[in-house]
């Protein structure tokens, strides 16, 4: 009887890109996936600018120029629970059951989910911003400063989505993987300068404000969109992801190989 062999010559990368082309295909059939990334972050830009922000800074205008982008960054840090969650439904259907038993790196089966959900994210991206204008929102920057705060957020939703992805091989349930963005990604938010200054947070808490990545987002978005010349905080921000890249990456590809052989 003969065997069939499985091979390839396509490198991790180009698999990668193949996962995430099959992975995108299915909005074709669940055009709702775009809403929910959509959602989480309109409703924060929305409710926070007009409910809140008269209250922070006097008027809700100056609180939307002061946080509207990185109230939207903000939304969209929490919509990466997304990845792990569909990370461990396609684990729970038996999806990478299948592609394993083909020729695939199993880097390429993780990391086309992260690709596909970015291409979400910088959809997402578009159409909140383009509310945020629409209400109100000016860039001193110009087109160049806009760009520039988006790959800002971009580059860090990938390497943030990492972090998720480790969550989605190791959780139990999907109400496990909702508790973990509670306990971890909510505090990121409200202790950093994507409200408020620093300098008007407890004293106890602003150590941590002032080293937070997220306070690295929000202050790298302020100096693209101001039209300012980026210093520290970008410097911070490119550490960071740099840092939860290198940690998360390895331990999600650890975490994966545990689970086929567990």
């Known amino acids: 009887m003969s065997v069939t062999t499985w091979t390839t010559h396509r490198g991790p990368l180009a698999q990668s890109a193949s996962m995430a082309a099959r992975s ?23 409710s926070i600018t007009f409910f809140m922000g008269g209250q922070m800074m006097g008027s809700w205008q100056d609180f939307l120029q002061y946080a509207g982008p990185s109230l939207i960054a903000m939304g969209l840090f929490f919509a990466i629970t997304s990845t792990g969650l569909s990370l461990y439904g396609d684990i729970k259907d038996g999806v ?41 929102y000016r860039a001193d920057g110009g087109g160049l400063g806009v760009a520039a705060a988006a ?8 390497a943030s989505s990492w972090a998720m992805v480790l969550v989605g091989l ?6 496990q993987i909702q508790t973990w963005m509670v306990a971890l990604l909510m505090p990121l938010a409200y202790t950093s300068s994507i409200f408020v200054e620093i300098e008007t947070l407890p004293t106890a808490v602003q150590w941590w404000a002032e080293i937070n990545p997220l306070t690295a987002l ?3 978005m302020r100096v693209f969109l101001d039209g300012g010349t980026p ?18 990456v390895p331990l999600s590809l650890r975490a994966y190989r545990r689970k086929l052989t567990g």
């Open 24 to 46: 995108l295909a299915s909005i074709k059939h669940q055009p709702a996936q775009l809403i929910d990334f959509v959602m989480i972050p309109m409703m924060i830009l929305l």
């Open 96 to 136: 990478f059951d299948r592609l394993t038993a083909m020729p695939v790196s199993r880097f390429a089966l993780l990391a086309g989910r992260v690709a596909a959900d970015m291409v979400k994210h910088a959809w997402a991206l578009l159409v909140v911003g383009g509310v945020a204008f629409a209400i109100g």
């Open 151 to 158: 790959g800002a957020v971009l580059l860090f939703l990938f």
């Open 170 to 175: 190791t959780a139990k349930s999907e109400e």
């Open 218 to 220: 929000g202050d790298s």
């Open 231 to 248: 210093g520290g905080e970008v410097a911070a921000l490119l550490g960071w992801s740099a840092a939860i890249i290198a940690v998360f």
